[in-house]
C-alpha cells in the first residue's frame, strides 16, 4: 500500500519526485502530495491522483533540492485534502510521509491533544509526526534523534521518510515491516519504497532492514539502527532495464504484461532447466532439498494470485511428489493454532515479497520450528531476508494492479519444484519425467500460440458479456484455481461480480443463479474431467445460461454445445493450467477496456499490501 519518495541531491527535488511518484501509483492512488524545503516548508497535497495533484501545484513555487512526496491508499482516514501526505508538525517545522499503519496512534494522539496539540486529519501519520515534534521539543535535539526515540516507542508497521526546516538538508528515513530502497547516487540519494523511482538516476541501492535509519546529511549518508548503532551499509548494484517499467507502446501495463508472458516464462525457466539432459536445478533452496524431500508435510501460505497459485501447488506436490500439501491464507494462518513442527516444510508466495500478513505468517512458522522457504520476485524483499531458502520468480516489475505475469512465473517456479521433489524422491518414473521436462519448456511457445490464437475469439466474447452483472467461472482439478483466478481478474478490473467454484459444486447452490442472463466459464481441457465438464454445461444450457468455454484446440463436442469457445494449444494435462489462464486474463483486460474502467490503477485497490 502507499508508495513515498524522497530527494536531496543537486537537482530540483519536484521533478524527481513527480516521476517517482507515478512509477509508484500502482500501489496508491487515493491522494498524493509533496513536501520541499526552499527557506521554508512548502507542501502541496491534493485528494486523487498524481496528475490532479499536477495540475493543483502548477503555479506553485516548488523549487529545492530536498523533498519528499506520497502517493496513498487509505487506511485511516478517508481520501481528502486533509488526510493526504505528507503530514505537517504542529509548528509547521517537520514534514513526513508514511507506508503502513501506526496501531498504538490513538494512545499517541490522546497523549498528545493532553499537551495541547490539535490535529487536521484523520490518519495515524499526522499523529507520529507530531510524536516526533513533540520528543524533539522535550530533547532539545536534532531531527534524527527525535525520530530514532519515536520509532523505539512506536507500535506498528511503516517506512517513513522525515525532513525539516530546522535542517534543510537532513533527510531521515527508517523502516519496520514496509518496503524501503535507498539509491546512492553521484552527490544525490533518492528513497522509494521499489527501485522503481530509483533506476533512472543510479545503480546503487541499499535496502534497510526492519528497525534501520538511513540519515542523509548533504552529500554523506549512514545507516543506524534504533539503538544507534551505526552499521556498515551493503550496496547492492541493480541489474534493471529502464524499459521494463514504461509501456513499450501498449496502451495499458496490463496489456503489455500479458504479451510478456511468453518471454518471462522463458526467463523463469532459464539457466534451470535442461531438457535436452533432463536437468532441473533450483540454487536458491539447493541446501534444503533433503528437508523438503523428507517432510511430513508441505504448508504454503499466500494471498490473493498468490493463493491460487499455491493451490495449482497442492495439486501437483500431491500428485507428483507424494507429500501431504496444505494451502493457507496468510492472514487465516496466523490467527489460528497451527500445528507444525521441524518435520514440515512452509513455503511463502508473494509477488512483492512485502505482503504484510504473510510476512508474519512465515514468522509465525519459523518460530515453531518449520523449516521456511519462499517464492517472491522482488529481489532483497522482506520475505525474500527473512526466509531459510527460496526462488525467485524473475519476471521482471509489474505494474498492472491485476497481476498476470507474476501469476505464471509462480507457476513456472510450481512447476519446476514439483518435478524435482518427485525425482529426489523417485516418486516418478524417469521416462515420464523427462517427457514432462521436456513438456515445460515448450510451454513458452504455447503461451505465445495461445495469446495469438485467442485474442480475436476473446474481443468477441467480451463484447457479448461486457455488460453482464454477474459471472460465474467453473474448473476441475488443476483447473479449478484457474476458476478462481480468472473470476478474480474479471472483478478486480471491470468491477462485475464474479466467483469461481469446482464444476461439481454447482449443483451444491450456484446452479440457482443460472438463467439466461448468466455468463458461465468452463475451463475444459481434454483430461480425465471431461466428461464430468460436458455433463455441468448441458446442466447450465438446459436452464438457458450462457457458456463460455476454454477448451483444447480441435475440440468439437464441446465447440458445438458452448455459445463461444476459446482455444488453447494442445499439451500435456499437467500443464493446462498455465495455458488456460491466458484467455482468462485477456477476457478481464477486454471487458474492462469496453467499460471504459481504469486497468492498472482498479478502484480500491493497491498492488502491494503491505498492512493488515
Known sequence: MCGIVAYV????????????????????????????????????????????????????????????????????????????????????????????????????????????????????????????????????????????????????????AVITTNEPTVLVAARRGSPLAVGIGEGEFILASDITPIVEYTSKVIYPKDNEMVV??????????????????????????????????????????????????????????????????????????DDIRSARRIMIIACGTSYHAALVAKYLFEDLAGIPTDVDFASEFRYRKVVIDDQTVVLGISQSGETADTIVALEKAKAKGAKVLGICNVVGSSIARMTDAGIYTHVGVEIGVASTKA????LAIIYMLALLIAKEKGNIDYTKYKYLVHELTQISSKIEEALKSSYSAVERVSAACKNASSMIYLGRGLNYPIALEGALKLKEITYIHAEGYPAAEMKHGPIALIDENMFVVFIAPKDKTYEKIVSNIQEVKSRSGKVIAIVTKGDRTISEMADYTIEIPETDKLFTPILNIIPLQLLAYQVAKLRDCNIDQPRNLAKSVTVE
Not at 545507516?223 to 550496496?235: A, F, G, I, R, T
Not at 510478456?260 to 536458491?284: N, Y
Not at 501469476?407 to 509462480?410: D, E, N, Y
Request: charged share 25%.
Open 407 to 410: 501469476f505464471t512465473g509462480q
Open 9 to 160: 541531491g543537486h537537482q530540483e527535488a519536484y521533478p524527481v519526485i513527480i516521476k517517482g511518484l507515478k512509477r509508484l501509483e500502482y500501489r496508491g492512488y487515493d491522494s498524493a502530495g509533496i513536501a520541499l524545503i526552499n527557506g521554508g516548508l512548502n507542501v502541496v497535497k491534493k485528494k486523487g491522483k498524481v496528475v490532479n495533484l499536477e495540475e493543483y501545484a502548477e503555479n506553485t513555487n516548488l523549487n529545492g533540492h530536498v523533498g519528499i512526496g506520497h502517493t496513498r491508499w487509505a487506511t485511516h482516514g478517508i481520501p481528502s485534502d486533509a488526510n493526504s501526505h505528507p503530514h505537517t508538525s504542529g509548528d509547521g517545522t517537520i514534514a513526513l510521509v508514511h507506508n503502513g499503519i501506526i496501531e498504538n496512534y490513538l494512545t499517541l494522539k490522546s497523549d498528545l491533544e493532553a499537551k495541547g496539540h490539535i490535529f487536521k486529519s484523520e490518519t495515524d501519520t499526522e499523529v507520529l509526526v507530531h510524536f516526533i515534534e513533540d520528543i524533539r521539543n522535550q530533547l532539545k535535539c536534532d531531527l534524527e534523534e527525535a525520530v530514532r526515540v519515536a520509532l523505539t516507542r512506536v507500535v506498528g508497521a511503516f517506512a517513513i
Open 216 to 289: 542523509v546529511n548533504g552529500v554523506d549518508y549512514k545507516l543506524v539502527d534504533l539503538n544507534n548503532n551505526v552499521l556498515e551499509p551493503y550496496v547492492k548494484e541493480l541489474d534493471f532495464e529502464l524499459a521494463s517499467i514504461e509501456k513499450g507502446g501498449f496502451e495499458h501495463f496490463m496489456l503489455k504484461e500479458i504479451m510478456e508472458q511468453p518471454r518471462t516464462f522463458h526467463d523463469c525457466l532459464r539457466g534451470r532447466v535442461k531438457a535436452d539432459e533432463s536437468i532441473i536445478k533450483l540454487g536458491g533452496i539447493r541446501d534444503y532439498i
